[in-house]
């Protein structure tokens, strides 16, 4: 069974820093890509920024030049930093893992929070 699990959540305030951290643990042959999303209260989930095995990243508009995504293959975790952090960034966020194992599939962490105050 694959597990991922977010760390690094908090209330900061506005034009501060958080580094999110999602461990995955579990029997896996091999992490694909992994990325973070996020979902604020009344919207739906949105992508943030992804990172392929082979470290090509991607970000949404609205984060790029403030958040940067990287990922440890040995540690088998994906971090996201957080710069510059705006009020309309308050989310929950969400780890996402494209597995490769006996049940391979795409598995989600259970969240962290993120409190933008201004």
């Known amino acids: 069974q694959v597990q991922l699990v977010e760390s690094g959540g908090g209330l900061v305030q506005a034009g501060g820093s958080l580094r999110l951290s999602c461990a995955a643990s579990g029997r896996m042959f091999r992490i694909n890509a992994m990325g973070w999303y996020r979902q604020a209260p009344g919207k739906q989930r949105e992508f943030v920024a992804g990172?392929?095995?082979?470290?090509?990243?991607n970000y949404a508009d609205s984060v790029k030049g403030r958040f940067t995504i990287s990922r440890d293959n040995a540690k088998n975790t994906v971090y996201l930093q957080m710069n510059s952090l705006r009020p309309e960034d308050t989310a929950v966020y969400y780890c996402?893992?494209?597995?490769?194992?006996?049940?391979?599939?795409?598995?989600w962490g259970q969240g962290t929070q993120v409190t933008v105050s201004s």
């Open positions: 996402n893992a494209d597995v490769h194992a006996i049940a391979s599939g795409s598995y």
């Open positions: 990172i392929t095995s082979g470290g090509s990243t």
